[in-house]
């Protein structure tokens, strides 16, 4: 699924989202959901990163595949006021298990002031 997200440069942005492969909610149980936002595709290391259980994402119910995402006002502070269209996704693994839920573009756009 492809999915773009919008937010204003410097602001924090929380959204929940229900993890779903082939179609059917997929049980969280012992896994890390991990969000990896590049300035470019072809950058080798993330511009930030986002990971359960202690950095930005909290599985609220694993059972059900329900996540909550918090991208903090640190993660696009750094940024010119300019709008950016920046690759991520949405990951959750297991030891060598990897699925991708999502990807798309984060565009953050400047604030006024």
């Known amino acids: 699924m492809n999915t773009n997200i919008r937010l204003v440069r410097g602001d924090t ?13 997929f ?8 969000l990896t936002c590049k300035r470019d595709l072809n950058d ?9 259980p202690l950095s930005g994402i ?3 119910d694993a059972t059900a595949g329900e996540f ?9 502070t750094s940024l010119e006021r300019y709008v950016y269209r920046l690759p991520y996704d949405i990951k959750i693994t297991n030891g060598s298990i990897n699925h991708t ?5 984060l565009i953050v756009v400047p604030g006024v002031t």
């Open 13 to 25: 942005y929380a959204f929940s989202s229900v993890a779903i492969l082939d179609g059917e909610v």
């Open 27 to 34: 049980n969280l149980t012992n896994y890390t959901v991990t």
């Open 44 to 52: 080798n290391s993330p511009f930030f990163q986002l990971t359960s």
């Open 58 to 60: 909290e599985v609220t």
């Open 68 to 76: 909550t995402v918090t991208i903090p006002s640190s993660a696009t």
């Open 101 to 105: 839920l999502t990807r798309g573009y």
